[in-house]
């Protein structure tokens, strides 16, 4: 895995919609967000199109744009401008090899989970699982900013994952576990199994989230990653938020997980409020972590910035 130059006050970051569309209102406070953080923003194409109603342009042009960006010399980090869906279109369209010799930081989540999956595999780059400028940073939580932006800027940045106040990171099975850190959406990672992007857990350290679920579907999906063996393969689990994905049956989305991941025997931590979910820890997936149930723990061990 790579490391990537960390951001300067008055870099430039690329702005671009590999995913859904939003509306100009929006996108103006996007890029203010970005601006505010002391930032130059490129605004990409992409940002003002809309195709089928759903996507921001056809899947040539966004993965014509997200290619340029990393080739742009200008450009310091790119952000994705809001997820929603789109992402895994483009994967094909895709230049490994000119990403990877222009290496850089990347910030999204959500349907972006392609992309990260993608960027690390593929390209061997590190990406930031953080908030996203049209969905997320408008009016953000002070919490919210400070994480992600300290990931952008901070070459040694290590330690534990710090959730936001009053949140509880949680022992579900026990354990301790090392490894680089991946993952995502659990939609998105279980509707890549069976393509050549599917998501490699071999000695990781697995993270995955989901939002509006309901407890039958989220049991689907691990179901599916566990029969595919990528709890088997990683070195051990880290659950994030959920936000939404109750029933009015009151299943207790944790019996679920704990009777699908107990029985592989890897350390499950529970609850570290990442994802869909406000405040939001950003996490530096490709950076070699540790699980430590003991104390409860995520601690970055080695960073992603050089």
Avoid at 136 to 164: E, R
Wanted: aromatic fraction near 6%; include cysteine; glycine fraction near 10%.
């Amino acid at each position: 895995m790579q490391k990537t130059k960390g951001l300067k006050p008055n870099d430039t970051v690329g702005l671009m919609a590999p995913a859904g569309p939003v509306n100009h209102e929006k996108l103006n406070k996007a890029v203010t967000a970005l601006q505010e953080f002391g930032f130059h923003v490129k605004v990409g194409r992409t940002c003002h199109l809309e195709y089928r109603g759903y996507l921001a342009g056809t899947p040539d042009k966004r993965a014509a744009e997200l290619n340029a960006m990393f080739s742009d010399q200008e450009i310091a980090a790119i952000f994705c401008l809001r997820g929603g869906y789109g992402s895994p279109q483009i994967l094909p369209l895709l230049d490994p090899q000119l990403i990877k010799n222009n290496p850089k930081l990347f910030v999204g989540y959500s349907d972006i989970t392609a992309l990260h999956i993608y960027l690390q595999q593929e390209c061997g780059l590190p990406t930031i699982h953080g908030p996203m400028p049209a969905s997320d940073l408008i009016d953000a939580a002070p919490f919210t900013k400070a994480g992600v932006l300290q990931l952008l800027i901070n070459s040694s940045l290590t330690g534990a994952v710090m959730n936001p106040p009053g949140e509880k990171l949680e022992c579900m099975i026990p354990g301790s576990a090392s490894g680089i850190l991946t993952g995502g959406n659990l939609s998105l990672i279980t509707a890549l199994m069976g393509t050549p992007y599917e998501i490699d857990t071999k000695g990781k350290i697995l993270f995955l989230e989901e939002i509006n679920e309901e407890p039958y579907k989220l049991d689907r999906m691990m179901t599916q990653l566990a029969m595919g063996g990528k709890f088997a393969d990683a070195e051990g689990v880290v659950l994030g938020s959920w936000s939404g994905c109750q029933s009015d049956f009151n299943e207790d989305i944790k019996e679920i997980f704990n009777e699908i991941l107990a029985p592989i025997g890897k350390p499950v931590l529970y609850n570290l409020r990442a994802g869909h979910c406000s405040p939001m820890v950003s996490l530096p997936f490709g950076a070699f972590v540790k699980i430590d149930t003991d104390r409860s723990e995520l601690i970055i061990k080695e960073g992603i910035i050089q």
